[in-house]
């Protein structure tokens, strides 16, 4: 793997501030916010420098129970193509449900959701990275990501679960160890049996973020200082193996660039002290792998022998147990006893999560309804924020009600068809609903939603058909 030293995600708040460190290697850019045909100056200024410049995707959905989108992953290819880069990322989650599948309307998360650590999810995502692999031209690495809840009935660790992953696909990962500090405060999951059982000669490249703790629930923000316990993770992963690339991650509420130097530094050095020990280490980091590698083997099947229960196949086409269908995502396989497939079953699963969530409908059985009220709560709250960003004029027509009016539609309206879209929905159902009441503030918006939804195509649509009869009232009047 190449090496990649020490980086910085680029966001356009700080590229100035980018361009001017003295001892960046590399940077890491959104993919999505990255347009082929007119590259950011600062991206274009850094490649001419010799910085490595690697895309970053979050809307893939590679742990969803859909096979990958060909026009997501076209896209993902030409920006890898465009900036020159010797790999791309993306996340094991999902971050939409619904549709064909489960024969429901589709839903968008707007946030990455955890997958199940069951052989039926594991079989689905190794599937979809071959297909992601096939399609990009150069190799693909997958984030860890945080997660505020977790799946009942799951059957490995987080460890065991990219451990195999790794070894079916030859996927690279990016290990996020903020990510890991999360699981252990969310989920009680202990990041040095994680960094035990991982494949660390399969790390393209680590993660380093801060956060924040609120009622026992620990936030990944990426909006604050990196915390001691994450440069502990990063030193206990850096003992184990030095990784290629160590990348700071910033997405809002950003510092002065002498602060983010100086959590560069810090993360520098973390890394190298660790790495002081290294060799001395190998023959315990490679006992530790070992004893990870027969954990990744036995808890799955003692798991399996529990629930009386076959061992996983290695093909997705065999045939499961029946006492698969028992719970959402146990047994392996293509067909169980009741004829769904294992993509139907994660299908169902997640839809009914992600529904819960944006939705408003009941708690899927076997989850913690607290937690998911926590995690709903920061998905309308993370939505609300987005859509004030790619509509700046709503906070500023709406004011201060702007987010109290969000988070009320948010509330039993889910995300169907991306943020632009969101907006213009809310913005249609605050003027169906004669709202603001303020007659300026309402005009206002009304031009707003004018002038942005243009002529409606005709479509069968629920949000098509909101937008045709939006404009039929607002042209009347």
Not at 260 to 273: F, H, N, S
Not at 308 to 317: I, K, L, R, Y
Not at 368 to 389: C, F, M
Not at 402 to 430: I, V
């Amino acid at each position: 793997m190449e090496r990649l030293g020490t980086g910085i995600g680029w966001r356009p708040e700080i590229a100035d501030a980018v361009e001017r460190m003295p001892a960046i290697d590399w940077v890491e850019a959104v993919a999505e916010n990255v347009c082929p045909g007119h590259l950011p100056e600062s991206l274009v200024r850094l490649r001419e420098r010799g910085v490595t410049v690697v895309p970053h995707g979050v809307s893939l959905g590679l742990g969803g129970a859909d096979r990958p989108d060909e026009a997501r992953l076209a896209a993902l290819a030409e920006r890898a193509g465009a900036l020159g880069s010797p790999l791309v990322t993306e996340h094991i989650a999902f971050v939409r449900a619904g549709g064909p599948l489960t024969a429901s309307p589709a839903l968008e998360a707007g946030h990455l959701l955890p997958v199940p650590r069951t052989r039926d999810a594991l079989d689905i995502l190794c599937e979809n990275i071959r297909i992601a692999q096939d399609a990009l031209p150069v190799p693909l690495a997958v984030e860890n990501i945080a997660a505020l809840i977790a799946w009942p009935g799951e059957e490995m660790t987080e460890g065991q679960f990219l451990y195999d992953l790794a070894d079916r696909t030859g996927v690279r990962l990016l290990i996020d160890v903020a990510n890991l500090h999360t699981n252990h405060v969310n989920r009680g999951e202990d990041p040095a049996r994680a960094l035990d059982e991982l494949p660390v000669e399969a790390i393209a490249y680590v993660h380093v973020a801060g956060g924040f703790e609120r009622d026992g629930v620990w936030h990944d923000s990426h909006a604050h200082p990196v915390p001691q316990p994450v440069l502990d993770i990063l030193a206990g992963l850096a003992s184990r193996a030095t990784p290629p690339g160590v990348l700071l991650e910033r997405d809002e509420n950003f510092p002065e660039p002498e602060e983010l130097e100086r959590e560069l530094t810090a993360i520098r050095q973390t890394v190298e002290m660790a790495a002081i020990g290294t060799d001395a280490g190998v023959g315990a980091m490679a006992a530790r792998r070992t004893a990870g590698a027969a954990r990744a083997v036995s808890v799955p099947a003692r798991a399996a022998g529990a629930r009386g229960a076959v061992a996983a196949p290695e093909s997705t086409d065999a045939v499961g147990s029946d006492e698969s269908a028992d719970a959402v995502g146990s047994g392996s396989g293509h067909v169980d006893g009741g004829g769904a497939s294992a993509r139907e079953r994660l299908a169902l699963a997640q839809t009914a999560l992600l529904s819960c969530l944006v939705a408003g409908t009941p708690v899927p059985e076997g989850f913690d309804r607290v937690r998911l009220g926590v995690q709903s709560r920061a998905l309308a709250a993370k939505r609300a924020g987005v859509v004030a960003k790619v509509a700046p004029e709503l906070p500023l027509i709406l004011g201060e009600a702007y987010r109290p009016l969000f988070l009320d539609y948010a509330h039993s309206r889910a995300m169907t068809g991306g943020y632009r879209r969101d907006a213009l929905d809310f913005a249609g159902r605050l003027l169906c609903a004669g709202l603001p009441e303020d007659a300026g503030a309402r005009r206002r918006l009304r031009d707003w939603w004018l002038e942005r939804s243009g002529p409606t195509p005709p479509s069968r649509h629920p949000a098509a058909r909101l937008a045709r009869a939006t404009r039929r009232v607002l042209l009347r009047h």
